[in-house]
């Protein structure tokens, strides 16, 4: 499968769904979500960026609407009890034991590369593992950062100026960077975390000093 729109991979996905029976479907959306689908984008790299670390910027011209990449599934977490901001909750994870214990291992580094899908799923994305072009969106930066609750407006105006991507949820198991304004060669390419994110990301931090 080639490049392809959201409305096509969101019509694609919606007619494979149904035709597994209702108690499946939950089953089929894991599976979808743990496995990176045949497709083939090549529009962005990896390299130092600016902003922080390395960064992800366009191989080609964008324009807006386009998907550019996806978010990678290295490790699927699972919340069984929907709890996962709380202390001791429960989880599993649907991967190799390589990734796992490596994930063990860094959990809260690594949680700040998971994208939640929904109430019961992360998906995790190793930042070392890049070398794919159709699945470099846990790579993209952002372009403003919260430190608090009192600057929670500033973050969201800033970073609704600076973003030319975001994030988008396609039948709640694929998460697709698309571009929401014309992208130029060699832009980077940079996307909201929300507020929320920084805010764990602060936490983090502190609980690490």
């Not at 975001?166 to 992208?183: L, M, P, Q, S, T």
Request: aromatic share 12%; charged share 25%.
């Amino acid at each position: 499968m080639d490049g392809v729109s959201v409305n096509e991979l969101t019509e694609f996905l919606t007619k494979t769904l149904k035709t597994f029976p209702n108690d499946q479907i939950q089953y089929r959306k894991e599976q979808m979500m743990s496995n990176k689908i045949p497709i083939n984008i090549d529009k962005s790299y990896v390299k130092e960026s600016k902003i922080h670390g390395n960064g992800l910027f366009a191989k080609v011209n964008i324009t807006e609407g386009e998907i550019i990449t996806f978010y990678p599934c290295d490790v699927l977490a699972f919340y069984p009890d929907k709890n996962r901001i709380k202390d001791g909750h429960k989880y599993g994870l649907i991967c190799s034991d390589e990734l796992a214990n490596k994930y063990k291992k860094n959990k809260d580094y690594y949680n700040c590369y998971a994208y939640d899908v929904n109430d019961s799923y992360s998906i995790i994305g190793f930042p070392e593992i890049n070398d794919n072009p159709s699945y470099l969106g846990h790579i993209c930066n952002d372009g403003a950062r919260g430190h608090s609750e009192k600057d929670k407006d500033i973050y969201n105006t800033v970073t609704s100026i600076k973003s030319n991507a975001r994030f988008k949820i396609i039948c709640d198991c694929i998460v697709a960077v698309v571009a929401v304004k014309d992208i130029n060669i060699d832009e980077e390419i940079l996307v909201p975390y929300t507020h929320g994110y920084w805010m764990y990301y602060e936490k983090r931090n502190k609980k690490l000093i």
